[in-house]
């Protein structure tokens, strides 16, 4: 069964995400993202709603019998919301965050919850297996490899924000076989741009992605944050029955 993981990139109101969620659960969507501790490149933009997101997402979550899966960029915000948090989200920017994947490690010996480990825009294949045996090495073998788009020469002009790295789903799948992984590729921020987002998708289950993991938006032109790579619900919708 292939792993579908949607959301708004960013928790922006109750309103938002009962909304977006909602609309998921009708499409039989199981796994609900939404940003509330964002990485931001520039420190006076939205920087979501942090522990209030967290519990907008939650609840909506729990109204539509999902699962929550989100960004936590240090300990003490995954250790405050642990209990409302399915899947752990690692950024790509805290890829080489050695001591936050060992706490992440540790804090998930027990239970095992999947942590969703997002390649660095610019690590290598072997620089994103070793990241994630900094958790496992713990006990937590349940590490969802998601491949994301890396930076390359082509956006010095390219229209897409990142190259998406396809053929790394099957050298990683090589890569990996030994471990307990799955491979989620994520169409949204590999392009940017939400008129490639259907054509990414097919392309990454076809070379052999177990899942992916898609930006939607109830209204893209006005999200917070990455406005063009969202699909709408049209869009969404359009993309379920075409993978199918
Ligand atoms: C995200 O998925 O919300 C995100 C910020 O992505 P990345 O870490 O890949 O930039
Ligand atoms: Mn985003």
Same mark, same amino acid.
């Given at each position: 069964?292939?792993?579908?993981?949607?959301?708004?990139? #960013? /928790?922006?109101?109750?309103?938002?995400?009962?909304?977006?969620?909602?609309?998921?659960?009708?499409?039989?969507?199981?796994?609900?993202?939404?940003?509330?501790?964002?990485?931001?490149?520039?420190?006076?933009?939205?920087?979501?709603?942090?522990? %209030?997101? *967290?519990?907008? &997402?939650?609840?909506?979550?729990?109204?539509?019998?999902?699962? /929550?899966?989100?960004?936590?960029?240090?300990?003490?915000?995954?250790?405050?919301?642990?209990?409302? %948090?399915?899947?752990?989200?690692?950024?790509?920017?805290?890829?080489?965050?050695?001591?936050?994947?060992?706490?992440?490690?540790? *804090?998930?010996?027990?239970?095992?919850?999947?942590?969703?480990?997002?390649?660095? !825009?610019?690590?290598?294949?072997?620089?994103?297996?070793?990241? #994630?045996?900094? *958790?496992?090495?713990?006990?937590?073998?349940?590490?969802?490899?998601?491949?994301?788009?890396?930076?390359?020469?082509?956006?010095?002009? #390219?229209? &897409?924000?990142?190259?998406?790295?396809?053929?790394?789903?099957?050298?990683?799948?090589?890569?990996?076989?030994?471990?307990?992984?799955? *491979? %989620?590729?994520?169409?949204?921020?590999?392009?940017?741009?939400?008129?490639? /987002?259907?054509?990414?998708?097919?392309?990454?289950?076809?070379?052999?992605?177990?899942?992916?993991?898609?930006?939607?938006?109830?209204?893209?032109?006005?999200?917070?944050?990455?406005?063009?790579?969202?699909?709408?619900?049209?869009? !969404?919708?359009?993309?379920?029955?075409?993978?199918?």
């Amino acid at each position: 069964m292939t792993i579908i993981i949607a959301g708004p990139c #960013s /928790v922006e109101s109750k309103e938002q995400i009962e909304k977006i969620s909602k609309f998921l659960s009708k499409n039989k969507i199981t796994y609900l993202r939404g940003g509330c501790f964002k990485p931001r490149t520039d420190p006076k933009s939205f920087q979501g709603l942090e522990d %209030i997101g *967290i519990k907008y &997402l939650f609840d909506s979550a729990k109204e539509n019998k999902q699962k /929550v899966v989100t960004e936590i960029l240090s300990i003490e915000e995954l250790s405050r919301n642990y209990d409302k %948090i399915d899947v752990i989200q690692i950024g790509s920017r805290n890829m080489t965050n050695y001591s936050l994947l060992k706490e992440v490690g540790k *804090i998930t010996a027990i239970d095992k919850k999947p942590i969703l480990l997002k390649r660095g !825009f610019s690590s290598t294949i072997s620089e994103f297996i070793k990241a #994630s045996e900094y *958790i496992s090495q713990y006990g937590n073998k349940n590490i969802w490899y998601c491949l994301r788009g890396i930076r390359t020469f082509e956006q010095i002009d #390219s229209d &897409l924000r990142f190259t998406p790295d396809l053929s790394s789903i099957l050298e990683l799948k090589e890569k990996i076989k030994n471990k307990n992984g799955k *491979i %989620i590729f994520d169409p949204s921020h590999s392009t940017g741009n939400s008129k490639y /987002v259907l054509t990414i998708s097919k392309a990454a289950l076809l070379l052999g992605a177990d899942g992916l993991m898609i930006e939607v938006h109830n209204n893209p032109k006005n999200a917070k944050t990455d406005k063009e790579q969202q699909l709408n619900f049209k869009e !969404f919708e359009m993309l379920i029955k075409e993978i199918k």
